[in-house]
């Protein structure tokens, strides 16, 4: 399937590797299907700051604090927005499998720094039956991200 996400990572000349799995609903599952260990992994969730939609991208085997993510970004307010909120901003995605690339949806990404420690990442690529796998160099130059510790 062709995404945004694919078209995108083609036109900047990145190097990934899609795989194809079983139909996954959880990221413990997507994980687990693709032998993708938890700490590489990553989870888009998303965030409510001061009325502004964010994604906060985590290892899959990690949790958000939100005290923590308000705290870093100086934000008054952190919830976890409801999909209700957002499905509308991911029209080329499956709910809950949203890529971490806020660039292409118009959100800032927060990415825990326990994920940037890894070579390579892995994440749902819009659907709950593919993922992509490529260098974090390369997804770090690409989105943009800030780098904090929010995750326990």
């Known amino acids: 399937m062709r995404t945004r996400l694919k078209d995108y990572l083609d036109s900047e000349g990145i190097r990934y590797v899609s795989i194809e799995h079983s139909p996954a609903f959880t990221i413990q599952e997507v994980a687990a299907s693709t032998h993708v260990p938890g700490n590489q992994m990553a989870k888009t969730v998303i965030v409510d700051l001061d009325g502004e939609m964010a ?19 100086g934000s008054e307010r952190a919830t976890f927005a409801p999909e209700t909120e957002f499905y509308r901003k991911f029209p080329d995605c499956e709910i809950g499998a949203m890529p971490p690339f806020g660039n292409l949806y118009g959100m800032e990404v927060y990415v825990a720094q326990s994920l940037a420690n890894n070579d390579e990442i892995a994440f749902n690529a819009g659907t709950h ?24």
């Open 55 to 73: 994604m906060a991208v985590l290892p899959a085997n990690k949790k958000v604090i939100l005290q923590d993510l308000r705290d870093l970004t």
């Open 129 to 152: 039956t593919e993922i992509i796998k490529m260098s974090f160099a390369d997804f770090e130059r690409l989105v943009q991200p800030r780098i904090f510790g929010f995750t326990i």
